[in-house]
C-alpha cells in the first residue's frame, strides 16, 4: 500500500469525519503510532500531522476569519491551527507532503499547505460544515472553498452591480433619514450589503430555475428591501388616510410590518417575489413563508423545490433566542412540511436591542449554532466585502439547489444607530458605538476599493449617488417590476372570496353521498387491518347502509371525500391526526403484516376517483406554534384547499398563541389577507384535570370583531359534516374554530342520520328537540354539557324546561337565537349554563348577545362553576361534585326575574 493510499483510507480521511468527531484525537492514539507503509519510519509522523492540520482548519479555521467590520475583538487563541500543536516546526515549512484530500494540489510545502487553508478558512469568509455527517456534502463544500482560496472571480460587471445596489441601500437610508426627520424606519445602516446580498440570491436562484421566491423578515432593513428589491416607492410607503379610514373594519399596520409581492426582471427571466407580512414576534414569520412555499410548490406540482424558494432573513439575537427556530428547522425536512430546503441570511448586527456582550447574548459562539442541529452549512461573511457575501450568496443558493437542504448566511455587519432612530445607542453601548461611529460606510469603502482597482473613476461613483437620490426625489421606484404571467398562470384570485352577502351553497345528494361512502370502506387491495380499526371500518359500512346512526369519524370522512369529489384539496396535520388522539378518525390504514415502512399503508381518500383533488394528512412532529403557523401560511397561499391544523387537545393551542394573536385573528384587519384556516380544538369538562379539559372558548371569544373569525362548538356528526364543507363551498374565506368533541364521539345520542347530511345544513342554534312551547324556563348553553343537563331534566321529570343548543358562539346568530327564544312565550327564567368557570368559558364574551335577544325585560342567569385559577380540577370527586351543582343551578334552581 502506497503512502496516498494508506492516508486517503485513514481515520484522518475526511469520509471519517464524523469518526474523528465524535470519538477525538484519543481514538487515533495507536494509529498514529503506526509507521506510514511506503515512507521513512518515524520522523515522517509529520505526513500524519500535516493531514491532521488540514483536518483542524476545516473544523476550526472560521475562528480566526477576519468577519467583523469593527474589529471589536482579537480573534480568540486557537493552538489548534497552530503547526507547532502537532509538532511540526520551521524547519517542516519547506518540505513537501501529501495533502490528502485538500483540494486544488496533490503535493506542496507545508508553507504553501498553509497559505491555501488561511485564504480558504480566514479570510472575508467563514465556513462551518464540518458537523455535516453525509460525506458527499462536505465533499462538495471543501471542494468550493478550497478551489476559492479567497479569491471570489468577481468581474467588473458584477463589481459595478454591487457598487450600485450598496449605492441605492445607502443613499435611501440617507434620503429617508432627512426626508421624515425621527420617524421610526429600523434602518439598514451598517447592513447595506444585505442589499446586493438578495439581488444576488434572486439572480442565483433563477439561474437554477426558480420561478417564486417566498421571503420572510423582521422589521430591520424592511423598507430598504421593500423599495430597493420590491420596488415599493417611498411615497406609498409614508402615505396614510389623514383619518385612518375608521369606518373599515382594516386597521392597517405599520410600514415596517408590511408585506408586498411584485414581478421582478433576471437575466434567466421573470420571478415573482413576496415579503410576507410580519409583526414585531420576529422569528414566527419563518413557518409562515414555509408554509406558503409549500401551498405554492404543491400548486406547481414542484415537489422538490426548483421553482418556488423560501429566504428568510434572520436577526442575530432573534435566531437564537426565540425557540420557534428550533422548531421550524426541525419541520423543515419532514414530510408533510418540507420545501427543498431554505436559503437562510442573518443580519448579524452583533447586538439585540441594548445586549452585545457575548456573555449575556446566548450560550453558544455563534448565534448560527442551531443551524447545526439539522446539519445546515453555515457561511459567515464579512459584510465590508460585497464580494465574500457574493461568493458566500453563489455557494449558499448552488448548495441548497444541489442537495435541497437548508444552508445559512451569516451576513456580519453593525448597527449604527440605535435599535431605531430615536435610540441613543452610546448610553447603553459606548465601546461599539465609539468604533461605529468612526468606522466607513460599506459603500465608501467599496467605492475607494474600485476606483484604486481601476474598475471606476471617482465621478462615476458619485453618478451613482446623484441618479439615485433624483429617482427617490422624483418618487420613482428603485427597482421597477417585470412583464410575467405569473398573475393569469399561478396568482389566485382573492375577490371571489368576499362575498359575505351570499350564503347559498351546494348540498349533496343521498346518490353521492352513498358512492362517497362505499368508495371510503373499500379496500382497492387486500391488507390486514388491526381487528379495532376492522371493527371501525364494519361499522361504517353498516353506516352506510343505514344499519347504524352516523358517527363523527364516518361524518368526517364523509365531508373530506365530499370535497376532494369536486376538486377541492384537504390537508389535515397535527399531533395523531391521521388515526385521531381518540381513535375516531382513521384517515390511514396499516397492514398488520407489513414489513418495511414504506409500505402498507392505504388512505382511502386518495382513491375516491381520477380526477379527485388531493388529500393529505400529517401526523405533525410535537410542535404547536411552528406547524400551526405553517398551516396558516399554507392557507393564505390556497384558498382551495380545506386547511385544518387539529390540537392533541384543546389547550395545546397556548403554546401558538402568538401565532392566533398576530396572524390569524388579526390578520385581515392589519394586513387584508384572508385565510380559511380551520383549527380544531378538543374541549370538554370530563374530569381530566386542568390541562386537557379547556380549549380556552373564553380567549378565543375575546379576539372576536368586525367578523374575523367563527367560532363554532359542534355537538352533532352532521354538524361536523357542513361546518367543514361550508369552510369551502360558501364564497368567504373566515378562520373558523372548532371546539371538537373528545366523548361526545362515542356518546350514544350524539349520532346522526344520513339524511342529516345528505338533507340538512349547519344550525348555528339549535332548538330542544322535544319543542316544549309551555317551557317556563329556558336553559341555553353551548357543546358537551347539553347531554348532561338533557340526562338530568329527564331524570328529575322536568318537562317544563326548554335546553337550546348554540352551535355557533360568533359571528353570533341573533336572528336564529331570537327565533327559537321567541317560540317560549310563557318562559319567565333564562340560564346560561356551562360547564367551565364563571369568568372562563362564553359567558362574559356572550352574555350582551343573550340579553339582547333575551323578550323585554328579561335577562341570563349563569349557572356554572365559580370562577377559578385554574379550568378543571384534577380531582374526579370534586368534578362530579360541581357537574351536580352545575346541573342543580341550571335545572331547578331560583331566580328573581
Not at 133 to 143: G, I
Not at 249 to 262: A, C, M, N, R
Not at 334 to 362: C, E, K, L, M, W
Not at 380 to 397: K, M, S
Amino acid at each position: 500500500m502506497s503512502a496516498p493510499d494508506w492516508s486517503s483510507t485513514s481515520p484522518l480521511y475526511s469520509g471519517n469525519a464524523a469518526y474523528l468527531e465524535q470519538f477525538g484525537d484519543p481514538a487515533l492514539e495507536g494509529w498514529l503510532a503506526r509507521p506510514i507503509p511506503g515512507g521513512p519510519e518515524p520522523s515522517d509522523a509529520a505526513q500524519v500531522a500535516v493531514l491532521r492540520l488540514i483536518n483542524a482548519y476545516r473544523y476550526l479555521g472560521v475562528r480566526q476569519a477576519d468577519l467583523d467590520p469593527l474589529r471589536r475583538f482579537k480573534p480568540p487563541s486557537t493552538p489548534e491551527l497552530d503547526p507547532a500543536h502537532y509538532g511540526l516546526t520551521g524547519a517542516d515549512l519547506t518540505r513537501e507532503f501529501d495533502t490528502g484530500s485538500l483540494f486544488g494540489v496533490e503535493r506542496t510545502t507545508l508553507d504553501d499547505i498553509l497559505r491555501r487553508l488561511r485564504s480558504a478558512y480566514c479570510g472575508h469568509v467563514g465556513v462551518e460544515y464540518m458537523h455535516i455527517t453525509e460525506v458527499m456534502r462536505k465533499r462538495w463544500l471543501q471542494e468550493r472553498i478550497e478551489s476559492a482560496q479567497g479569491r471570489f472571480g468577481v468581474t467588473a460587471a458584477q463589481k459595478k452591480r454591487l457598487l450600485k445596489r450598496l449605492t441605492d441601500a445607502e443613499t435611501l437610508e440617507k434620503f429617508l433619514h432627512t426626508r421624515h426627520v425621527g420617524q421610526k424606519r429600523f434602518s439598514l445602516e451598517g447592513g447595506e450589503s444585505l442589499i446586493p446580498l438578495l439581488d444576488h440570491v434572486i439572480a442565483r436562484c433563477a439561474r437554477h430555475g426558480a420561478k417564486e421566491i417566498v421571503m420572510g423578515m423582521a422589521h430591520r432593513g424592511r423598507i430598504n428591501v421593500l423599495v430597493n428589491i420590491m420596488g415599493r416607492t417611498v411615497d406609498s410607503l409614508y402615505d396614510e388616510p389623514q383619518d385612518g379610514h375608521p369606518g373599515t373594519p382594516l386597521s392597517g399596520d405599520v410600514k415596517y410590518h408590511q408585506g408586498f409581492s411584485t414581478d421582478i426582471g433576471t437575466d434567466y427571466g421573470p420571478v415573482h417575489l413576496a415579503l410576507a407580512f410580519n409583526p414585531s414576534h420576529l422569528e414566527i414569520v419563518h413557518p409562515v413563508v414555509r408554509g406558503s412555499v409549500r401551498a405554492r410548490q404543491d400548486r406547481r406540482g414542484d415537489v422538490l423545490g426548483y421553482e418556488v424558494v423560501p429566504v428568510i432573513l434572520h436577526g442575530d439575537a432573534a435566531l437564537s433566542g426565540q425557540g420557534v427556530v428550533m422548531e421550524t428547522l426541525n419541520m423543515s425536512q419532514t414530510r408533510g412540511f418540507r420545501n427543498g430546503g431554505a436559503v437562510h441570511v442573518v443580519i448579524n448586527n452583533q447586538i439585540g436591542f441594548t445586549t452585545s456582550d457575548p456573555r449575556d447574548v446566548r450560550s453558544t459562539l455563534y448565534c448560527t449554532d442551531v443551524a447545526k442541529m439539522v446539519e445546515a452549512p453555515v457561511l459567515h461573511a464579512n459584510g465590508d466585502d460585497p464580494e465574500a457575501v457574493a461568493f458566500a450568496v453563489q455557494t449558499a443558493v448552488d448548495y441548497r439547489y444541489t442537495f435541497h437542504k437548508n444552508v445559512f448566511i451569516d451576513l456580519v455587519c453593525y448597527r449604527r444607530h440605535g435599535h431605531n432612530e430615536q435610540d441613543e445607542p452610546l448610553a447603553t453601548q459606548p465601546l461599539m458605538y465609539r468604533r461605529v461611529q468612526a468606522h466607513p460606510s460599506t459603500r465608501t469603502l467599496y467605492a475607494k476599493r474600485l476606483v484604486d482597482e481601476g474598475v471606476l473613476t471617482q465621478a462615476e461613483v458619485d453618478d451613482l449617488v446623484d441618479t439615485c437620490r433624483a429617482r427617490l426625489e422624483h418618487g420613482k421606484s428603485l427597482s421597477l417590476p417585470a412583464p410575467s404571467d405569473f398573475k393569469e398562470t399561478f396568482a389566485t384570485d382573492w375577490s371571489r372570496f368576499r362575498d359575505k352577502a351570499s350564503e347559498a351553497m351546494p348540498g349533496i345528494s343521498a346518490t353521492r353521498l352513498d358512492f362517497l361512502g362505499e368508495r371510503i370502506t373499500t379496500l382497492q387491495h387486500e391488507i390486514e387491518l388491526h381487528p379495532r380499526v376492522q371493527k371501525v371500518l364494519d361499522d361504517r359500512r353498516r353506516m352506510r347502509a343505514g344499519e347504524l346512526a352516523v358517527d363523527w369519524g364516518y361524518a368526517e370522512n364523509l365531508a373530506y371525500a365530499s370535497l376532494l369529489d369536486v376538486g377541492y384539496n384537504v390537508r389535515v396535520s397535527g399531533q395523531d391526526s391521521a388515526r385521531g388522539t381518540f381513535f375516531h378518525r382513521h384517515a390511514v390504514w396499516h397492514d398488520q403484516k407489513r414489513e418495511r415502512r414504506q409500505s402498507g399503508v392505504y388512505v382511502p381518500l386518495e382513491h375516491i376517483h381520477e380526477r379527485q383533488g388531493n388529500f393529505t394528512i400529517i401526523d405533525s412532529l410535537l410542535s404547536e406554534e411552528a406547524v400551526l403557523a405553517f398551516e396558516y401560511g399554507y392557507s393564505t397561499a390556497d384558498p382551495d384547499t380545506l386547511v385544518v391544523w387539529e390540537a392533541q387537545f384543546g389547550d395545546f393551542a397556548n403554546g401558538a398563541q402568538v401565532v392566533i394573536d398576530q396572524f390569524i385573528t388579526s390578520g385581515e384587519a392589519k394586513w387584508g389577507r384572508l385565510c380559511g384556516l380551520t383549527l380544531m380544538l378538543p374541549h370538554g369538562f370530563e374530569g381530566q384535570g386542568p390541562e386537557h379539559s379547556s380549549a380556552r372558548l373564553e380567549r378565543f371569544l375575546q379576539l372576536c370583531a368586525q367578523e374575523n373569525i367563527q367560532v363554532c362548538v359542534p355537538t352533532l356528526p352532521a354538524q361536523m359534516f357542513h361546518l367543514l364543507r361550508r369552510q369551502l363551498l360558501r364564497p368567504l374565506r373566515k378562520p373558523l374554530v372548532i371546539l371538537s368533541p373528545k366523548s361526545l364521539l362515542r356518546h350514544p345520542a350524539s349520532t346522526s342520520s344520513l339524511a342529516d347530511l345528505s338533507d340538512g345544513a349547519f344550525l348555528p342554534v339549535i332548538d330542544d328537540p322535544r319543542k316544549p312551547r309551555d317551557a317556563r324556563r329556558v336553559v341555553v348553553c353551548s357543546g358537551r354539557v347539553w347531554f348532561d343537563l338533557e340526562a338530568a331534566r329527564a331524570a328529575r321529570g322536568l318537562d317544563d324546561i326548554a335546553l337550546v343548543r348554540i352551535e355557533q358562539l360568533y359571528p353570533f346568530p341573533d336572528t336564529e337565537f331570537g327565533a327559537v327564544l321567541d317560540a317560549y312565550p310563557l318562559a319567565g327564567t333564562f340560564i346560561w349554563a356551562q360547564e367551565e368557570p364563571m369568568n372562563q368559558g362564553a359567558w362574559y364574551q356572550t352574555l350582551h348577545h343573550l340579553n339582547r335577544c333575551a323578550p323585554a325585560g328579561r335577562r341570563f342567569h349563569f349557572a356554572g362553576r365559580p370562577a377559578a385559577a385554574a379550568p378543571a380540577s384534577g380531582y374526579v370527586s370534586r368534578h362530579r361534585a360541581e357537574l351536580e351543582a352545575l346541573l342543580r343551578d341550571a335545572l331547578e334552581t331560583s331566580y328573581e326575574v
